[in-house]
């Protein structure tokens, strides 16, 4: 568990007995129960006005309706809902005291025995919307987008299939969590279609590159965290700090055109290959509620130096899959299942990296982990590894085999924490491919 | 010039003829003539608030108060002053024909004959300050920043240290203009000190990285152009209109740790090698001061692929200098002059390869241009390539030299454009290095 105690309330919303009076929360598959309450921003058909929520059981619960209507409250400085907003970043800009105050007041509203709303029945009607009523919107705006690269099974992968089997992980690469800025504009939520790049392509009988589109599009099976406190440019956060900097987290599909990266990564890194699209999950589990799920990292040899310790477990127990969908298939085939503990660098790790040289970070911006790819083939992270570069074909339900997808194909990536009775879930991150520009 | 001609009012702009009523705008070696008109942010001592501001002779024209006062124009949509804002991106915003309405508006007002704010003189009290009252801001909000490696000879130059001499130039550079994603966070305007950064440094005599500051602190000469209109994620913008989607340009100091970027580079990229600070100049020249200025870029041989193909003449004729002054010099050495039409690959193709993959830009981006260095070593546009890596350190007046840079150095960069009688320039990018944090 984390060095630093929760406080007393805050513990209590991470009882696994705690049940809501909203009773499709405490079905054990259900993926948004008491424990979990992750926040969002949505809208729906009715009142287009984009909006804090957080999602319980079957429903988001409007925090602007309940800011207004005085159940729930913040520090006397603030004067304005910072929920009626169509992006979190006022609210994280609070700070964590008044998240931590926010998940506490809503699960003590929410639980079974907590008769204000349950019993307002007005106030419900306007309250809860039903998921599948809302259209989920990117729930920060994105100042930066960073990526690392710190599962080693997936530097390994690359590194075998791209440099030199022999020495496919890099010297550094045990040194430091690896990491480049990404593209924060392309940067879009669940559900958003995404268009086959277009780029130049090396085929291996040509002199020169042709333009065309990507014939090796591919996903990234990643997790993303968000700042929740920025720092100050020229002033470093501290490995054992960084945790109180990191509001929550998401899944995120990392989408990549292998063919144009492979010709265009030497020697600044990729570009085009990733700035196309990447997606994120719309619910932002907190810290907090992950809290329960800590576990130990991997063992770390050699250690790493001094600037990027810290004491006690900084992993999370999150269980991973992708899946796949081809355009008129009956069902989707899960194609990786992994989990998040493999990760060699922790996030905490990363951003006290990120930040060591000086660099500032501002609250919303989101940090990729990479791709996260465990020991084995039906655990690796991207079709690249799961296919081995389209030599081992992955089949799906159905007889479709792929190398990497094709068009109409809907890819889907699906996260929770197991805990005893309940799962902490993220929600979906999906995105249907669509050809190219011709 | 252009392949679309201007329209005759803005053509009228540019006539090296043009005098103003502000004599020190007249000066065959002011920068900032009638001709030029660069837009920035400012505030003073007297007015904290930072408000638009364009520079002309020794002064800034506050446009917020020429707006009140019903002496600058716009569309009658706009229903704010969006000149009374800490940042350009409203104003830019609005398009490229308001930009221009206000070039023509404020050429018109600040030439010799013209009485409406010359002879106001309760009205010309409010909109004047000087220069050197100004505290000149970051002129807009970045929400992304790209750094392209355009310039052959320093790729040339940079490939000949760290690869392979004979194959210094890599295959794909000729084909496309080479960029990554920089850190938006950390641009930082002429004049904020920079914090020599710490990180990883592998010394060659021993097995693992150390951590320390960084030892060989380097300078990297460049412009950059901000995007004036953005682009919808999946819609290419072709290389024919990529100049219309262009504000301005401003001199780019895009500071380099060059040891943490040896270590850390393989396979992603630079990181936080470059992501503590880089520096821009306060005023954005507008792409319409700097018609005049046209040029052919160099040919390209191979002939880019089609989508990297535009007619006309995309080069700009821009002179570029480097000062560095130690602490307690009594002056500053010159230690590189070069010109920005040496640039292999133009504006107009990097925004094209950018945006191919179906990338959107928003108002404000910034793309840097890349290290500019010339064919001889006095035309480099880093200490890397000036030094050879410290091999032949730089002279300086008084005595001293430099491999690198040291605390307490000033680097000041400089950019003008040569008219018939006045100089388009681009005002300072300054930048004192600071100690690293011990």
Known sequence: MSSQPLPDDLRATLDPRRKSWIESANDAACEFPIQNLPFGVFSTAQHASA???VAIGDSVIDLAVLYDAGL?????????????RGALNDFIELGRDVWRSVRVQLSSLLARDTAALRDDAALSARAFVKLA????HLPVNIPGYTDFYSSKEHATNVGSMFRDPKNALLPNWSEMPIGYNGRASSVVVSGT???????QLKLPDQDRPVFGACRKLDIEL??????????????PIACEDAEAHIFGMVLLNDWS??????????PLGPFNAKTFASTISPWIVTLDALEPFRVAQPVQEPQPLAYLRHGGEHAFDIELEVLLQ?????????ISRTNFRHMYWSMAQQLAH??????NTRVGDLMGSGTISGPTPDSFGSLLEITWNAKNPVELKGGATRGFIEDGDVLTLRGWCQGEGYRVGFGECVGEVVAALG
């Open 257 to 266: 055109a292998r063919d144009i990266q492979q010709w265009e990564y030497v």
């Open 354 to 359: 990120h930040t060591v040289s000086g660099c």
């Open 193 to 199: 279609p995404v268009r086959r790049p277009n780029g």
């Open 72 to 84: 729930l409250r913040l520090p006397a400085t603030v004067k304005h809902n910072v929920f009626a």
């Open 222 to 235: 990643e997790t993303g965290f968000v700042i929740g406190r920025g720092n100050a440019l020229g002033e």
């Open 51 to 53: 909006r804090v929520g």
């Open 326 to 334: 081809p355009a008129g298939a009956q069902e989707a085939s899960t």
């Open 133 to 136: 009523e809302a259209k989920l």
